[in-house]
């Protein structure tokens, strides 16, 4: 399994990004697939996920905000967000899991993660 974060940039307060998730190895009908983000010193946070490829859930600061998507043909899934805040400035990951979890730890493969900067 393997997973390609992309996506991330410079965005100023208000601004919209899309990170994307290119992922090979597990197919989204069997798997649950989430954002993460992590800022210094911090645990990684749960954001959003799709799970078995059709339920979405989302924490609740980004919802609203955020949407969580897929496209099957491409086996890429995407974050949108929108409305940034200076305070959603982290470095996001997308990760895949065979269980419906938001721990961190029950996740078994991770992308390399992507920098969002969102400026005030």
């Known amino acids: 399994v393997q997973l390609q974060a992309s996506g991330g940039g410079w965005v100023q307060t208000g601004g919209s990004l899309r990170l994307s998730c290119a992922a090979s190895?597990?197919?989204?009908?069997?798997?649950?697939m989430s954002w993460f983000r992590q800022t210094p010193g911090k645990e990684r946070e749960f954001l959003a996920a799709l799970v078995w490829g059709s339920s979405t859930y989302y924490e609740n600061s980004v919802k609203g905000r955020f949407t969580i998507s897929s496209d099957n043909a491409k086996n890429t899934v995407y974050l949108q967000m929108n409305s940034l805040k200076p305070e959603d400035t982290a470095v996001y990951y997308c990760a895949t899991s065979r269980t419906w979890t938001v721990r961190e730890r029950d996740y078994d493969y991770w992308g390399q993660g992507t920098q969002v900067t969102v400026s005030s």
């Open positions: 190895g597990r197919t989204f009908s069997s798997s649950v």
